[in-house]
């Protein structure tokens, strides 16, 4: 089982409410015991070193977690936290705030397993503002019998800015799964919105007759709750849904859009699912049928794996909120370990969250476009720029910033070449991530490969690739982005895979222009090609980094030349993150 990112909706008032909360996405629980989706060896040996904790990622002081809301002037974080281990278990809302998004104080925990609802977990949920003065919560809670329902709880002191107290309702368990409802398979209410006819309506991550559904709920006070004949949504080509997320979203990147607001026909909706056959994030764009209450995608994909992904890498749980206070939308993600258990449990703590996205529509209306949030330029120092450099094939130029583990690194290159490119092989689109292994980066191509090695050592030995590939598909160019994380690191035993997919670039012909973002935090690398069109987060552990000396460089080892139109790479400052309030 697993559960999410909650999230809270803003309803006429300036509130933001993002709960960050995830059960243990990325992992199955089996008596107890972590068990991950992918290899993974619980017995390599543990080198633990503070240079592997992030700087400026939020993550718990210590312990397990995968885990923001925005209410009167501060961001609340809550998240799933085991106050007894670095593994999965005796889950609680673990709470911190901010007023960046970047810098947080850690407070006492929000919700603990104290009810008979939820004595066995208070897993993720979402919050929504009903008025001015009513802020509630929803959160699936695993009951005496293991079944899983949805509760409620409120502030017991809405004046209170950290909000630090909360109180279940006296009628939880609000929603049960009966009849054909899996009981093991029912978790993750989303943040509620109002219909035309001023019901509000929220919908509940679900398994039926072995496929995925969001089914919907309707309520006149948001206690009493009635499902819908139909569901929001379903497949037949998956399992359960843990995670959705429903919500408009805009063609402006500052223009994001309350789900309660009535919108101009111009906007979609993103209906997010995040599935535990393969540990991904993926979404449908579309149009909300309010007559009918059901999600109408733009296009119907049969199989989930050709289904648009939120990110290509090592990123679960997504949730996003509305954030009126800048009007824009938010995404925040969780990002798991990727060593092994046994290193979490001498380590102390597992789990961090990806870097907030701001997340709008692509002119094209047929993509979601993510980018990181302005805020974390404020630990922007030391800028290190270089211009109009041609990339001869063979070429590694080095970017000599003052901390190569600790950096925010933004190129442009211009691609001059693109008539002479590979041709395409259309089956490649069923496993980008094996291209990405196979046409690794000291694969020589025409057009790529180009980008940015990072954490590397003195040696390469180990390196994190993250480049392109432009390959000619009839009429138009197919852009692969990979972010190679099998030289990572000397050590044996560790999950280090190729991550990968095809970016739709509409203006490339045009423009011939091709950009990448990479975000370095000691151990996550956080990767956005093509303008935020294509998004790949790694967890990385190489040995170079207890050290201290790392390395990055911009390369073109295709035997095309590349044009580098502008570098600009940035050292980056710590952030204040988990510490005490005073």
Known sequence: MATWSPSLLHCSVIIQLYLSLHYFSSLISTNGQRVFLFPQSDKVSSIVSKQYRTAFHFQPPQNWINGPMYFNGVYHLFYQYNPNGSLWGDIIWGHSVSTDLINWIRLEPALNRTSPFDIKGCWSGSATI?????????YTGANTENQQVQNMAVPKNQSDPYLREWVKSDHNPLIQP???LDPGNFRD???GWLG?????????????????AAILYKSEDFVHWNRTKKPLHSTNSSRIWECPDFYPVSYERNQGLDPSVPGSGKEKRVLKMSLTDTRMDYYLLGRYDEENDVFMPDKEIEEYWMWPRLDFG?????????????????????????????????????????????????????QLIQWPVEEIESLRTNAVHLQDTELKSGTKLEVNVTDASLADVEVEFNLPNLENAEDFDSSWLADPEGLCGTQNATWKGVIGPFGLLVLASDTLDELIAVFFRVYKDQNRYMVLMCSDTTRSSLREGMYKPAYGGFLDIPHLVRGRKLSLRTLIDHSVVESFGGGG????????YPMAITTGNTHIYVFNYGSATVGMTNLTAWSMRKASVNQKRA
Not at 533 to 540: H, N, P, S
């Open 130 to 138: 009903l008025s001015l003065n009513q802020l509630v919560i929803l």
């Open 178 to 180: 009966v009849g054909d």
């Open 189 to 191: 209410p989303t943040t």
């Open 196 to 212: 035309p006819d001023g019901l509000w309506r929220i919908a509940v991550g679900a398994e039926l007759n072995g496929h995925g």
């Open 314 to 366: 090592n990123y679960y749980a997504s949730k996003s909120f509305y954030d009126l206070n800048k009007g824009r939308r938010i995404l925040c993600g969780w990002t798991n370990e990727s060593d092994s258990s046994s290193d979490d449990v001498a380590k102390g703590w597992a789990g961090i969250h990806a870097i907030p996205r701001s997340v709008w529509l692509d002119t094209t209306g047929k």
């Open 533 to 540: 069109r294509g998004c790949i987060t790694a967890r990385v």
